[in-house]
């Protein structure tokens, strides 16, 4: 499956974004997504998951209450709203899928990675 992940750029603190991951190539239902972040100089890290029905979702603490994460199977798209923006949220943010059933934290268990889209929070 390919993915292609936008709607990143800069905002202000406390401000919104809402980030895309369009999936191609295969049947984007059948596999759960995650959103992950790298910010400069820092490992990749986890920020959330979702699992392929959408019912159940999984966030890391640091986005817990600011970011939602949804999936519209029909578009083959995953979201990830960002509000309440911070400048800690900087980083590069990159959707993956997962062939698998229950919800991934792990970035070595995702299949797929879209190229990334930069979210730049100025203080």
């Known amino acids: 499956v390919q993915l292609q992940a936008s709607g990143g750029g800069l905002m202000q603190a406390g401000g919104s974004l809402r980030l895309s991951c369009a999936a191609s190539?295969?049947?984007?239902?059948?596999?759960?997504a995650g959103w992950f972040r790298q910010a400069p100089g820092k490992e990749r890290e986890f920020v959330s998951t979702i699992i392929r029905s959408g019912s159940i979702t999984y966030y890391a603490d640091s986005v817990k209450g600011r970011f939602t994460i949804s999936r519209d199977n029909a578009k083959n798209t995953v979201y990830l709203q960002m509000n309440s923006l911070k400048p800690e949220d900087t980083a590069v943010y990159y959707c993956?899928?997962?062939?698998?059933?229950?919800?991934?934290?792990?970035?070595?268990?995702?299949?797929?990675w879209g190229q990334g889209t930069l979210v730049t929070v100025s203080s």
């Open positions: 993956a899928a997962a062939l698998r059933s229950l919800p991934q934290l792990v970035a070595g268990a995702y299949d797929y």
């Open positions: 190539g295969r049947t984007f239902s059948n596999y759960v």
